[in-house]
């Protein structure tokens, strides 16, 4: 069952030096705020997993918090060409970075079959792309039913995953409105999970289809208040766009993302 605790300690427990960290939520309901937490407790050898990596991304790995990433897509409207990322695959600074790539398909079939306890997913993908060359974890498998030959991706199951939600009741159950993407699939998937909220109410009111993740199925809900920014709400907060077409000039020079790294580290 979910335990509501503050930000700072649910961050501290849950995420741990060498994790595999799931970090959902695209293009709003981004989870900056437990980040940007992560980066305060300088933890450090994770393997970061986002489908679309983007500021948040590049943050952490500046940081040297990520030497692994395994994502579907890097960029966004107005990211910028993530210099940090750059820097870390070009020159190893702060530290090397590996990458594991997959299409988006591939990506979300790996958590359904995580969440869904099963050792692979299947899909027709992959064919006519040197992905399964590079990438272990993309196999070929073929039908027993019409011999057809299809794509097989091994299970993601993250030690921790880490999502922002509109609301949470007091029992930790978690109302997933608005753009939801592969959240409801990360932390079903995962070991262990982190869920900010905008707000804890008493109740969630009529939500038919929202609520898709129940208390039973979380570890720790945090109150966090606008901790999907500069990324959107879907209502509590509008995406803030200046932040995010800033960013590519803090990210391009190391002094400057310097500066802001300490801003970060000294709130």
Known sequence: ???????????ADLVRDGDVVAVEGTPALIPYAAAHEVIRLRRKDLTLVRMSVDVLGDQLVGAGCARRLVFSWAG??????????????????????????HSHAGMAARYVAGASGLPFGVLRGYAGTDLPQYTASVRTVRCPFTGEELAAVSALNPDVAIVHARRADRSGNVLLDGPGGVCKEAVLAAHRSLVTVEEIVDDLGPATGATVLPSFAITAVAHAPGGAAPSGAAGPHDREDDSHRAWDEVSRDRARFGRWLEGIRTP
Do not use: S
Not at 3 to 10: E, G, R, Y
Not at 82 to 88: S, Y
């Open 76 to 101: 966004g409207p107005g990211e910028g060409a993530l210099h940090r990322i750059q820097d870390a695959l070009g020159h190893g600074w702060p530290a090397p970075l590996e990458i594991e790539e």
């Open 1 to 11: 069952m979910a335990t509501i605790v503050p930000l700072t300690d649910a961050v």
